[in-house]
């Protein structure tokens, strides 16, 4: 992770004492909310490392359930997260354990919404910067600095060619893309980030000319 200003160490504006506690953990959970696209009913957040010990006294569990609500750092709310998470119906709990080797500021979020689920570890750097380390249990990594395209895919020769023609010939430039399957010719998410925000026409130009496309998610910058 490269920081390019003083402003991303000290870290955003924000609702919380720790940019990295607080505004990181915010940001995690609502690129959790944003992937899993509808109303979470149930949320179990494993915390490991630093996260797990200082959570409650640095408001970290307040940020990841309001993340998860769809809240931003700049939310006013964030810090009765746990009473509108009631409000809500949504079923919650946090729990401690070790995830493997990453940053000490990590968790997994493991969230079921009515339609669907999605199970995301990442990690708080500092300056309110994240990083997703795993997604559905692939190695997927991606920041959420950048518009990002989340695919749902069968692994096929000619997809990330699809991809780009269709990102290219709309004037979008690709700032990353990498695919991340379980085997050659099954089930693979691929991560494509942009510098420019996708518009709801792409999407649907996506899902009619590329057949081996099952779904799309897009995390937005927050």
């Known amino acids: 992770m490269k920081y390019t200003s003083a402003f991303e160490i000290i870290g955003p504006v924000m609702v919380g004492p720790s940019s990295s506690h607080t505004a990181g953990a915010v940001r995690i959970g609502n690129i959790a909310r944003q992937i899993l696209a509808e109303q979470p009913t149930q949320v179990v957040f494993q915390l490991m490392g630093s996260f797990a010990e200082t959570y409650k006294g640095h408001g970290t569990d307040l940020a990841l359930l309001a993340g998860i609500l769809g809240m931003t750092t700049a939310s006013d709310d964030v810090p ?95 700032a990353r893309l990498a695919l991340e399957r379980w085997k050659k010719g099954g089930p693979a998410i691929t991560v494509c980030e942009v510098d420019e925000t996708l518009r709801d026409e792409i999407l649907e130009t996506m899902k009619k000319s590329i057949p081996l496309l099952r779904d799309i998610r897009v995390v937005h910058t927050n």
């Open 80 to 174: 009765r997260a746990d009473q509108l998470a009631s409000e809500q119906g949504v079923d919650y709990v946090f729990t401690k354990g070790s995830l493997g080797v990453f940053h000490p500021n990590t968790v997994l979020i493991q969230a079921k919404g009515p339609t669907r689920s999605v199970k995301l570890i990442a990690s708080s750097l500092g300056g309110g910067k994240v990083e997703v380390q795993e997604l559905d249990n692939l190695p997927v990594k991606f920041t959420g600095d950048k518009p990002t395209l989340i695919l749902y895919h069968t692994d096929q020769k000619g997809f990330l060619a699809k991809v780009s023609h269709i990102l290219d010939s709309n004037g979008y430039n690709i």
